[in-house]
């Protein structure tokens, strides 16, 4: 998890994939020195800028903390900005951005399933999901094959979209995937074949490849 540079960084997050992992990826993929930290909990919450996880710690050429910032689109989006891995062009930022929302938005939707009060509570939680969920696959599939199939859903490079992408379907997958087997069957059933070549893309990216053989491919979960 190291390179070149004069800045490191340090992600304060649980031992979980969550909103964690799309931050992972894009410090990966940046190809910067990072580590990671699981504060005690709820211990070390009041110490959080905002109560709350994930938070990013900028440390400077000397080691010491230069800058602090919480909530996880933000951190995102600083990284990927500052890496060059969002366009600079504001409407094509906009597209990429304007994804992530509608990721986030049917990723606490699911949440919501696991908070549910009864089989039907979560019946119609689910159906709730599944809805966003579709919209997600539909959507990504269209700009996807709109892109030239190549497993990427803008431009020719990997991007902050096809990051953010991949951590959303990762942490279905494999995060919330280890507290309920039906997501996974659930997640496998709507997967196209787009989008499948775009998470082949993302886990083949030379940057990406060794740390997601270290923390788990999706691949070999999609084709079991």
Partial sequence: MSSKGTQSYVLRYFDAVGYGEPIRLLLTSANVEWSEVHPEWPQEKPNQPFGRLPVLVEKSADGSPDFIISEPGNIERYIARKY?????????????????????????????????????????????????????????????????????????????ADIVSYGFYKDLLIGMGKHDENIVDIVKSKLTPEISCLIYTVETDSRLERYILKTGSLLAIINS
């Fill in 84 to 160: 060059g891995l969002i366009p600079a062009d504001l409407r094509e930022a906009a597209l990429q951005e304007q994804m992530r929302d509608q990721l986030s938005d049917a990723h606490t939707s699911l949440l919501r399933c696991f908070f549910a009060i009864g089989k039907e509570d979560k019946k119609t939680r689910m159906t709730a999901f599944l809805v966003v969920f579709d919209d997600v696959i539909a959507i990504q599939s269209k700009l996807l094959r709109e892109n030239g199939n190549r497993g990427r859903l803008f431009g020719s490079r990997i991007s902050y």
